[in-house]
C-alpha cells in the first residue's frame, strides 16, 4: 500500500485538476465553440486541419488528428487532419538542413492551403517552431486555433482577427496539458456533432 503521504500527493493533483477544469469551464465554452464552428467550415469547405506542438503538445496534435481521420465516438467517414509531427524524416531533414525552428512552418507552405486550419499547441504560447507555424499558416491563407496556457505567451499576441486562441487558465504545464486533452475531445466532439448528427 502507497505511504500516505503518497496518497495526499496524489489527492493534491486530482483536485488542483479539478480546480482548473472548473476555471475552464467557466472561460472556455465560448472559444471552443467558435473553434468548433471553424472546424466544421474548414472541412465542409473541402479543407484540412493541420496540428502541431512539442513533447506533450505533440502528441496531443498525434491524438487530435487520429480522432479527426479515423473516429471519435461515432462511427462516420474520415475527416481531413494531418499532425505535423509524425514523419521523422521531414522532420530531421528540417532540423539538420535548415533549423528545428521551422520543423512545422516549412510543412504549413508546403501542404497548407487558403481555407485550411491550424491548430498550434504550446502550454507556454511560446514554442519557437509553433510561432513559426502560426507565421507561416497566416502567409498561406489559414486560420488559426491556438491552444496555450500561462498568459498566451507570443502566440497570443500574434493571433489575427478571425483566429481563436483556448487558454487554459494554468501556470503548471500538467494542468495545462490536462485541459488541451479535454479542449481537443470537446473539439473532437463538437464537429462531430455538427457534421453528423
Same mark, same amino acid.
Given at each position: 500500500?502507497?505511504?500516505?503521504?503518497?496518497?495526499?500527493?496524489?489527492?493534491?493533483?486530482?483536485?488542483?485538476?479539478?480546480?482548473?477544469?472548473?476555471?475552464?469551464?467557466?472561460?472556455?465554452?465560448?472559444?471552443?465553440?467558435?473553434?468548433?464552428?471553424?472546424?466544421?467550415?474548414?472541412?465542409?469547405?473541402?479543407?484540412?486541419? #493541420? =496540428?502541431? +506542438?512539442?513533447? %506533450?503538445?505533440?502528441?496531443? @496534435?498525434?491524438?487530435? $488528428?487520429?480522432?479527426?481521420? *479515423?473516429?471519435?465516438?461515432?462511427?462516420?467517414?474520415?475527416?481531413?487532419?494531418?499532425?505535423?509531427?509524425?514523419?521523422?524524416?521531414?522532420?530531421?531533414?528540417?532540423?539538420?538542413?535548415?533549423?528545428?525552428?521551422?520543423?512545422?512552418?516549412?510543412?504549413? #507552405? =508546403?501542404? +497548407?492551403?487558403? %481555407?485550411?486550419?491550424?491548430? @498550434?499547441?504550446?502550454? $507556454?504560447?511560446?514554442?519557437? *517552431?509553433?510561432?513559426?507555424?502560426?507565421?507561416?499558416?497566416?502567409?498561406?491563407?489559414?486560420?488559426?486555433?491556438?491552444?496555450?496556457?500561462?498568459?498566451?505567451?507570443?502566440?497570443?499576441?500574434?493571433?489575427?482577427?478571425?483566429?481563436?486562441?483556448?487558454?487554459?487558465?494554468?501556470?503548471?504545464?500538467?494542468?495545462?496539458?490536462?485541459?488541451?486533452?479535454?479542449?481537443?475531445?470537446?473539439?473532437?466532439?463538437?464537429?462531430?456533432?455538427?457534421?453528423?448528427?
Amino acid at each position: 500500500m502507497a505511504p500516505m503521504d503518497t496518497q495526499d500527493a496524489i489527492r493534491r493533483q486530482f483536485t488542483e485538476s479539478i480546480a482548473v477544469k472548473q476555471a475552464a469551464l467557466a472561460t472556455l465554452a465560448e472559444p471552443l465553440a467558435r473553434a468548433i464552428g471553424s472546424m466544421v467550415k474548414t472541412l465542409r469547405g473541402g479543407g484540412k486541419i #493541420l =496540428a502541431c +506542438g512539442n513533447g %506533450g503538445s505533440a502528441a496531443d @496534435a498525434q491524438h487530435f $488528428s487520429a480522432e479527426l481521420l *479515423n473516429r471519435f465516438e461515432r462511427e462516420r467517414p474520415g475527416l481531413a487532419a494531418i499532425a505535423l509531427t509524425t514523419d521523422s524524416s521531414t522532420l530531421t531533414s528540417i532540423a539538420n538542413d535548415y533549423a528545428y525552428e521551422q520543423v512545422f512552418s516549412k510543412q504549413v #507552405l =508546403a501542404l +497548407g492551403q487558403a %481555407g485550411d486550419c491550424l491548430l @498550434a499547441i504550446s502550454t $507556454s504560447g511560446g514554442s519557437p *517552431n509553433v510561432v513559426a507555424a502560426i507565421e507561416a499558416a497566416h502567409r498561406k491563407g489559414l486560420q488559426v486555433v491556438a491552444l496555450t496556457g500561462r498568459n498566451g505567451g507570443r502566440m497570443a499576441a500574434m493571433l489575427r482577427p478571425g483566429d481563436i486562441e483556448v487558454r487554459a487558465p494554468a501556470e503548471r504545464t500538467a494542468r495545462i496539458q490536462e485541459v488541451h486533452l479535454l479542449a481537443i475531445h470537446c473539439l473532437c466532439d463538437g464537429i462531430d456533432s455538427i457534421l453528423y448528427p
